[in-house]
């Protein structure tokens, strides 16, 4: 708990303890941390006087939180329309199976956590898969797969690991 | 800078501005929306501003990277001023030659040139793609001449005079006049009056005489960013509207609800927010008019039923993004009880034109019920996707075939999905309907907020509704019964029709069910979803039909009623396929056609995907 206090009060003093800002609040404790860890979530609730259950409403009702570490590598699928349309459905079975999560899931290793979205704006690429930051457009199946074995393949960023340890 | 205290320092400024401008001076623009991100042009940016700074010609030449410029498919765009020579899928690597030919010697690259593929002719300027030709960007065209960090550009343009014009020389009263007199209509998806809108706030009472202003920015739609683009590229068009809107119903304090899978829109209207203010065209006295007004982000959660007024304000106050019942409007209680005026990114956009060129000139443009232009977001299976802004009442085919170069590959129309999750689909009978609110609504679909999805014969009508339903069901808050259990129980019965197990009373019954979604919902979410099921009952109930009674996908999607099968003409034996395939599931030898084994076959695709013959053919 003495982890989380100080920087969930930086974060909270940063928005002048205002109820309002609750939602601002917790995104910015999830980038600090990449998810939203239980005992951060008592530190806000303390901290701004607000129950504790009505922090988790917000914490479980928006998609943005994740109450579960994250992988080191990111992998979203567009789901939009205009993806579906182009073949998105099974572009994520693909990547389901090479990675052997379902959607909002992490690997046991703790490289991938898979995302599905609705809509990333670039349509003309689509489907789209985004790993990370990097867009990887015009997808398919087989695409995919190599999209991912490359991420396999790369060597482990052990940062991100020590963050989840730290914290 | 110090702050403008009057209209007259506004255009000294833009004065200043204008002359310091060389519209002869040379002048890279890049377009930065997020399809030529996705393109990588920040790396064609990047190799511009080296290659320039390494000729030693930074003086020479001017570097713009701009939002977007709406035509997605032919990313990295490059536009080169004073020609406005238009290149297309430009590479870093051709880079140092547009700077040594095309700028320094004004000579056109051919190769980076748009070439139509209907008459195969090459275009020079972006006014010669068919693609621009049919288009009228009043709102949108302007994202291509501005740095949108650059608040100087948005002045160059007249930015600003709209407000000042607004501040000094009409009462609040008359620019809701003006407003109602240019029928200008929400663009959020609901078409209400703006006008109206903004006169009951002005109208309602509050105890404090505190009034919000909010703007819409949750853009949830799938297959819609026209609202992103016009935030990342033109965020002060925007904050100008907002600003006479406070003005009009005597608001002090703003909002702006964004999306936060939108980074760079929260970037780009950031800076905007702290420019404007550091003019004083935000914050205390603005222009030295008396008039205060300020503007707050909020960043959305990833909620979609945060677009809807009430759950947007719910959220906005730190709570649950669960929407109320809407006896009373928000503009007489919104926002902490306060009568609040909300309006979505591309409303806002339309008042300063409105403003600066009259509302009798903006009234002429569109349809009877519906005026001005429209941006639609054009996706799916066409030919050029992009973000496309049309006068109100062009109909669809102009849409499809003119501006959008028809279907990819040959491939047969099926039909166009508009407003969204809560729209519908429409048939190929259809094509010549002109496009407004109240023709599409009469067609069993809306304008929504403004996502076209175009289907060719491979996309199965049944499936589709099953994607939106299944959208919506994830989506709906759950505080009502009829949406959450009633969409439940639609997407049970879709998804069994998609797998072979529906049943004839089924279509039927979905028809029912979606009748009392309508009815019974508490918001508009559920009051609309039942729309893509309905509508595509309405006009594809054969593909239905096929589903329950043959237990056949007439499109070849619905994996369960499918199969992948090898033509044993067209294949070469080359084996990639046999190799691809995960389950071991293809058997033959080299150089003789091959086989699948249907009960190892889980129908993933790679087979179909690797070869190279197209000899995978799903029957």
Same mark, same amino acid.
């Not at chain 2, 209209?7 to 833009?14: G, I, M, S, T």
């Given at each position: 708990?003495?982890?989380?206090?100080?920087?969930?009060?930086?974060? /909270?003093?940063?928005?002048?303890?205002?109820? #309002?800002? @609750?939602?601002?609040? !917790?995104?910015?404790?999830? *980038? =600090?941390?990449?998810?939203?860890?239980?005992?951060?979530?008592?530190?806000?609730?303390?901290?701004?006087?607000?129950?504790?259950?009505?922090?988790?409403?917000?914490?479980?009702?928006?998609?943005?939180?994740?109450?579960?570490?994250?992988?080191?590598?990111?992998?979203?699928?567009?789901?939009?329309?205009?993806?579906? /349309?182009?073949?998105?459905?099974?572009?994520? #079975?693909? @990547?389901?199976?090479? !990675?052997?999560?379902?959607? *909002? =899931?992490?690997?046991?290793?703790?490289?991938?956590?898979?995302?599905?979205?609705?809509?990333?704006?670039?349509?003309?690429?689509?489907?789209?898969?985004?790993?990370?930051?990097?867009?990887?457009?015009?997808?398919?199946?087989?695409?995919?797969?190599?999209?991912?074995?490359?991420?396999?393949?790369?060597?482990?960023?052990?940062?991100?690991?020590?963050?989840?340890?730290?914290? | 800078?110090?702050?403008?205290?009057?209209?007259?320092?506004?255009?000294?400024?833009?004065?200043?501005?204008?002359?310091?401008?060389?519209?002869?001076?040379?002048?890279?623009?890049?377009?930065?929306?997020?399809?030529?991100?996705?393109?990588?042009?920040e790396d064609v940016a990047k190799a511009f501003k080296s290659e320039i700074k390494r000729q030693g010609l930074s003086k020479e030449i001017e570097l713009k990277v701009t939002g977007c410029h709406g035509f997605c498919e032919r990313g990295p765009l490059v536009v080169l001023y004073p020609q406005k020579i238009f290149y297309q899928r430009v590479s870093p690597s051709d880079v140092s030659e547009i700077i040594a030919e095309?700028?320094?010697?004004?000579?056109?690259?051919?190769?980076?040139?748009?070439?139509?593929?209907?008459?195969?002719?090459?275009?020079?300027?972006?006014?010669?793609?068919?693609?621009?030709?049919?288009?009228?960007?009043?709102?949108?065209?302007?994202?291509?001449?501005?740095?949108?960090?650059?608040?100087?550009?948005?002045?160059?343009?007249?930015?600003?005079?709209?407000?000042?014009?607004?501040?000094?020389?009409?009462?609040?009263?008359?620019?809701?006049?003006?407003?109602?007199?240019?029928?200008?209509?929400?663009?959020?998806?609901?078409?209400?009056?703006?006008?109206?809108?903004?006169?009951?706030?002005?109208?309602?009472?509050?105890?404090?005489?505190?009034?919000?202003?909010?703007?819409?920015?949750?853009?949830?739609?799938?297959?819609?960013?026209?609202?992103?683009?016009?935030?990342?590229?033109?965020?002060?068009?925007?904050?100008?509207?907002?600003?006479?809107?406070?003005?009009?119903?005597?608001?002090?304090?703003?909002?702006?609800?964004?999306?936060?899978?939108?980074?760079?829109?929260?970037?780009?209207?950031?800076?905007?927010?702290?420019?404007?203010?550091?003019?004083?065209?935000?914050?205390?006295?603005?222009?030295?008019?008396?008039?205060?007004?300020?503007?707050?982000?909020?960043?959305?959660?990833?909620?979609?039923?945060?677009?809807?007024?009430?759950?947007?304000?719910?959220?906005?106050?730190?709570?649950?993004?669960?929407?109320?019942?809407?006896?009373?409007?928000?503009?007489?209680?919104?926002?902490?009880?306060?009568?609040?005026?909300?309006?979505?990114?591309?409303?806002?956009?339309?008042?300063?034109?409105?403003?600066?060129?009259?509302?009798?000139?903006?009234?002429?443009?569109?349809?009877?019920?519906?005026?001005?232009?429209?941006?639609?977001?054009?996706?799916?299976?066409?030919?050029?996707?992009?973000?496309?802004?049309?006068?109100?009442?062009?109909?669809?085919?102009?849409?499809?075939?003119?501006?959008?170069?028809?279907?990819?590959?040959?491939?047969?129309?099926?039909?166009?999905?508009?407003?969204?999750?809560?729209?519908?689909?429409?048939?190929?009978?259809?094509?010549?309907?002109?496009?407004?609110?109240?023709?599409?609504?009469?067609?069993?679909?809306?304008?929504?907020?403004?996502?076209?999805?175009?289907?060719?014969?491979?996309?199965?009508?049944?499936?589709?509704?099953?994607?939106?339903?299944?959208?919506?069901?994830?989506?709906?808050?759950?505080?009502?019964?009829?949406?959450?259990?009633g969409l439940d129980r639609m997407l049970d019965i879709l998804t069994d029709i998609t797998q072979g197990k529906g049943k004839e009373e089924d279509i039927s019954l979905l028809e029912e069910l979606g009748g009392v979604i309508k009815e019974a919902s508490l918001c508009a979410l559920g009051g609309t979803a039942p729309n893509p099921v309905l509508s595509t009952i309405r006009y594809f109930r054969d593909e239905y039909e096929?589903?329950?009674?043959?237990?056949?996908?007439?499109?070849?999607?619905?994996?369960?009623?499918?199969?992948?099968?090898?033509?044993?003409?067209?294949?070469?034996?080359?084996?990639?396929?046999?190799?691809?395939?995960?389950?071991?599931?293809?058997?033959?030898?080299?150089?003789?056609?091959?086989?699948?084994?249907?009960?190892?076959?889980?129908?993933?695709?790679?087979?179909?995907?690797?070869?190279?013959?197209?000899?995978?053919?799903?029957?």
């Open positions: 708990m003495m982890n989380y206090y100080e920087k969930v009060k930086a974060i /909270v003093d940063r928005y002048g303890g205002n109820h #309002d800002s @609750v939602i601002s609040i !917790l995104q910015d404790v999830q *980038s =600090e941390y990449h998810y939203l860890p239980e005992d951060a979530l008592r530190a806000v609730a303390s901290q701004l006087d607000i129950p504790l259950i009505q922090i988790c409403g917000v914490a479980t009702f928006f998609k943005a939180f994740s109450l579960k570490p994250r992988g080191e590598h990111t992998v979203s699928v567009c789901l939009g329309t205009a993806c579906h /349309v182009r073949g998105a459905p099974a572009v994520l #079975d693909e @990547v389901k199976r090479q !990675l052997g999560i379902e959607p *909002s =899931e992490t690997t046991e290793d703790m490289r991938f956590t898979l995302e599905t979205v609705n809509c990333l704006g670039a349509c003309a690429l689509g489907p789209i898969v985004v790993v990370d930051d990097k867009y990887h457009g015009q997808m398919s199946p087989g695409k995919a797969k190599k999209v991912l074995n490359r991420y396999k393949k790369a060597p482990r960023d052990r940062r991100h690991e020590e963050t989840d340890v730290s914290s | 800078m110090k702050r403008l205290t009057s209209a007259v320092e506004l255009e000294q400024l833009r004065v200043g501005i204008l002359s310091r401008r060389e519209p002869e001076k040379p002048c890279v623009s890049v377009c930065g929306g997020t399809g030529c991100r996705a393109y990588g042009c095309t700028v320094i010697k004004g000579n056109v690259i051919d190769r980076l040139l748009y070439v139509d593929p209907l008459s195969g002719e090459k275009a020079q300027f972006e006014k010669d793609v068919p693609f621009y030709k049919r288009q009228q960007r009043l709102v949108f065209g302007n994202n291509g001449l501005i740095d949108p960090t650059n608040m100087e550009d948005y002045l160059a343009i007249g930015g600003y005079s709209a407000l000042s014009e607004v501040l000094f020389n009409m009462q609040p009263e008359e620019v809701i006049e003006e407003i109602k007199k240019s029928d200008l209509r929400g663009r959020g998806g609901g078409g209400f009056p703006t006008g109206r809108k903004w006169e009951s706030c002005r109208n309602a009472s509050s105890s404090d005489g505190l009034r919000y202003i909010i703007c819409n920015a949750d853009e949830g739609d799938p297959g819609a960013y026209m609202d992103r683009s016009l935030l990342e590229g033109n965020p002060h068009s925007v904050l100008e509207g907002m600003v006479i809107g406070a003005y009009a119903v005597g608001a002090h304090d703003g909002y702006v609800y964004v999306r936060l899978e939108y980074p760079l829109a929260l970037k780009n209207l950031g800076i905007a927010l702290g420019q404007a203010r550091e003019y004083g065209l935000l914050g205390q006295n603005i222009l030295g008019s008396g008039f205060d007004f300020d503007v707050k982000i909020s960043r959305g959660g990833g909620a979609f039923i945060c677009g809807e007024s009430t759950a947007l304000m719910a959220s906005l106050e730190g709570k649950v993004g669960e929407p109320r019942p809407k006896h009373i409007h928000t503009a007489l209680q919104g926002l902490y009880g306060k009568p609040t005026n909300l309006n979505n990114v591309e409303t806002w956009a339309n008042v300063p034109l409105i403003i600066s060129r009259g509302a009798d000139w903006y009234s002429q443009i569109g349809t009877d019920g519906s005026k001005g232009t429209k941006i639609f977001s054009l996706v799916g299976k066409i030919n050029n996707t992009g973000l496309v802004e049309v006068p109100m009442g062009i109909t669809l085919r102009e849409i499809i075939y003119d501006i959008g170069g028809g279907i990819p590959h040959g491939k047969k129309f099926k039909a166009i999905q508009t407003g969204g999750p809560s729209g519908g689909c429409l048939p190929e009978s259809l094509i010549d309907l002109p496009v407004d609110f109240d023709r599409l609504a009469d067609a069993g679909s809306m304008m929504g907020s403004g996502g076209m999805i175009v289907m060719d014969e491979d996309t199965c009508m049944v499936d589709i509704a099953r994607y939106f339903v299944k959208f919506l069901t994830e989506e709906s808050c759950g505080n009502c019964v009829p949406c959450r259990e096929a589903h329950v009674r043959e237990r056949r996908c007439p499109a070849g999607v619905c994996k369960e009623l499918i199969t992948f099968n090898i033509d044993p003409e067209k294949c070469t034996g080359c084996r990639v396929c046999a190799r691809e395939c995960p389950q071991g599931a293809i058997s033959g030898e080299k150089k003789e056609p091959h086989v699948i084994d249907q009960e190892k076959c889980i129908k993933c695709g790679l087979c179909r995907d690797s070869c190279k013959f197209d000899a995978v053919i799903i029957l």
